[in-house]
């Protein structure tokens, strides 16, 4: 069993910047193994691909709308996974959720809800204009 818990979600101004962190934990879980990604959901929404980073670190991700603006990072030390987000917009909005993908190849990033296994309980974040 994987255990996921995400932090650092809040409310921030339109242009601002916010860092969320996810720390892993399990029983029998290689937590450096493992590639990981970020998604989110906004109200009446799909959950949606935000960015994945491959095991090592070596190979990260984004979607479109958030290149360049958004970075994913890990410490394999500490098992944690995190996404710094910067110049927020109000349609960043939405709650963020960590997950792990426990079955693909190690240097193949996923980009949808199902590929990926252990989820967290997320974390909102909120933009205001």
């Known amino acids: 069993q994987v255990q996921l818990v995400e932090s650092g979600g809040g409310l921030v101004q339109a242009g601002g910047s916010l860092r969320l962190s996810c720390a892993a934990s399990?029983?029998?879980?290689?937590?450096?193994?493992?590639?990981m990604g970020w998604f989110r959901q906004a109200p009446g929404k799909e959950r949606e691909f935000v960015a994945a980073?491959?095991?090592?670190?070596?190979?990260?991700d984004y979607t479109d709308s958030v290149k360049g603006r958004f970075t994913i990072s890990r410490d394999n030390a500490k098992n944690t996974v995190n996404l710094q987000m910067n110049s927020l917009k109000p349609e960043d909005t939405a709650v963020y959720y960590c997950a792990a993908d426990l079955r693909s190849p190690r240097y193949t990033l996923r980009y949808t809800v199902g590929a990926y296994e252990y989820w967290g309980q997320g974390t909102q974040v909120t933009v205001s204009s």
């Open positions: 980073i491959s095991w090592s670190g070596a190979r990260t």
């Open positions: 399990g029983r029998t879980f290689t937590f450096s193994s493992y590639n």
